[in-house]
């Protein structure tokens, strides 16, 4: 390659970056794939799978979606209704269960909101959001 | 060269063009247009200005400690001299609703779109995104960004207590943190069901209280909910939940006692 394509090449790259570092910088809560969630909280299928009955699934996808379908046995706990849905979920926890919370995909949020309060309001322990929510386990389920 | 170009044979002429292009390569000035036309092939996308200019794209609202809903309006006006058509606007989430005024936009025009965030139970700062999708072919998406600042009226820490069934009754604790501003000055709390007694004394300081919450004994499974009554606001007093139970042994459920009281939290709520 010609020592001019490279440089060439190497120009459109430099001005490529500058709006995406900008982008980057300026808009960094707008991009959907910066998770909220430490990583040690996310466990996927295979591992949530291999923990048996010992999980505790919590759908926090709006109560429509939930109606419609959802991981047998899940709980339905959203911020929606937290103080009436709460003491539902809390009658059926078991101290020595693992609590996965799932919403419908990837990027939502609602896992990780419904995650953080029952780690800091309600003090348990081991709660933990499944990776890629109810498209994942839809797409697993087969 | 006798023959003019158009009655050459297309092989011949090709030639003669990729001769003629590899020379005219060779001039720097041929090279500084390449990269120049490069350079604008990649800036002209980034200083062409949507039609569809927006007012604000963030809104930050701090709604009334009774209000159930956060309403932003977004403010737009079409300043190009086509018309924008809004081809959809979704929310991120369930819990709040989008409308568009209109679906066209004329030259000149200034619309607006609504979005609603229902409160429900929430609190702290909860940010909320619209994504509109425009036929504007430079700014074909744009990202609205609700901020939804929910006062906290009272923190309850833990809202959740409980016993393994053989451990001893004793009383436990839960902190009552009055939030910022808020004038509260005395709870009312009370067990719904008679297994467990809950009492509230002030806390180690100002504008705190502990709530102690005791079963009567642990020998049996037992579930209540301890209803949280604050003397603010005067006319649609605030009412908290803390779950208390007594758990079986290790992995079994017990049913909650009393689900019609909290199915079904007051209206103040």
Redesign the interface.
Known sequence: MKP?AIS?AL??VA??VI?AAGEAVLFR??ISWRSRIPASEIVDLDLVRSWG??VMWIDA??E??YQKDHIPGAIAL???????L???F????????KVVVYCSTQS???AGDVARRLRD????KQVFVLEGGWEEWQKRKK | MGRSLARMPTSVRTRIWRKKYKVLATIPTVKAIHVISAAVSVLLPLAARADLKWEQTTLELNPAVAEKQAVGHFKYQNTGDAPVRIKSVKASCGCTTAQTQKNEVAPGEKGEITATFNIGDRSGQQVKTVNVETDDPKHPTTVLTLKTNIAQVLELTPNFVFWQSGEEAQPKTVLAKVGKDMPITNLDVTSMSPQFEAKVEKGPAAGQFRINIKPKDTKTTAFTTVTVKTDFPKDAPKVFYITARVTGPAAAAVTPAVPVAVASPSPEN
């Not at chain 1, 959203?78 to 009436?84: A, G, I, P, S």
């Not at chain 1, 809390?90 to 269960?97: E, I, N, S, V």
């Not at chain 1, 309001?121 to 348990?124: A, G, P, S, T």
Request: charged share 30%.
């Open positions: 001019g060439r120009l459109l001005l490529a709006p809560d707008k009955p010992a996808r709006p429509d979606q959203n911020e929606d209704r937290w103080n009436e709460l003491p539902q809390l009658g059926q926890w078991a101290p020595d269960r939502c949020n609602l309001e309600v003090q348990l």
